[in-house]
């Protein structure tokens, strides 16, 4: 089955900065990448995805870009807010074949923004 | 419209007691998935649900868990004989998953938090 690392499991920035979060897949039959955030005792939400036919997708202060031949994709956030802390969890899913209904996550970053 | 939702939002037992877990998917979400997130931790997968075809089972940890879904709407989650390593946040999630042009988007639950002592 799929396997996704995320590196770092924590990341503190300054306000302004960017930060970067990095996640490897193992399947290549996977091409369907969202990311979630989670605050602090509150659900995960989709902030963004990336399809496999695309190798950057941008929305706002918020991108994330995709190396199919290396498999790995990651999240960028410029001038990040106080606001943008949380934890981040990076998935991956096939959308057709066998367990294509699958999304495996990884273990997730948490992010502190420093003010 | 209405997101999902789990009842109850936390839930205290004593150890070997069983409990029920609830999940409301968005009404006309084909696909219910359950995850188990432990303090600091990362999405566990459990079960998959997508219409009336057999779920998907292989992320259950043990056979004292099980779960049921009734069509395309409400789904529980049964852990019986409850252990203190069960204590997590239990997420539902739903999604149009399956459904031709759709969104692959899992909207989450605000979860279960589950303590057992």
């Known amino acids: 089955g799929e396997n996704v690392e995320q590196h770092p499991s924590t990341l503190s920035v300054q306000e302004g900065d960017s930060a970067v979060i990095k996640c490897t897949y193992s399947d290549s039959a996977s091409n369907y990448f969202p990311w979630y955030k989670q605050e602090l005792g509150k659900r995960p939400q989709l902030i963004i995805d990336?399809?496999?036919?695309?190798g950057e997708k941008k929305d706002q202060r918020i991108a994330v870009t995709l190396n199919k031949t290396a498999k790995h994709f990651s999240l960028h956030i410029t001038e990040t807010q106080p606001e943008d802390s949380a934890v981040y969890f990076c998935?991956?899913?096939?959308?057709?074949?066998?367990?294509?209904?699958?999304?495996?996550f990884g273990k997730g970053t948490k992010l502190s923004v420093i003010p | 419209g209405a997101g999902v939702s789990q009842s109850p939002s936390n839930k205290v037992t004593e150890k070997g007691k069983d409990v029920e877990l609830r999940c409301d998917p968005i009404?006309?979400?084909?696909?219910l998935y359950w995850y188990r997130q432990r303090l600091g931790q990362g999405l566990e997968f459990l079960i998959y649900f997508q219409g009336n075809s057999a779920p998907d089972k292989s992320g259950l940890p043990s056979d004292r868990f099980s779960a049921e879904r009734t069509g395309e709407s409400v789904s529980t989650l049964t852990i019986q004989r409850t252990q203190q390593e069960d204590s997590a946040v239990y997420l539902c999630a739903s999604s149009l998953a399956g459904v031709v042009g759709s969104s692959y988007e899992q909207y989450f639950g605000p979860g279960t938090r589950l303590t057992v002592t």
């Open positions: 990336i399809r496999s036919n695309v």
């Open positions: 998935a991956a899913k096939k959308t057709s074949g066998a367990g294509s209904y699958q999304l495996t």
């Open positions: 009404s006309g979400h084909t696909a």
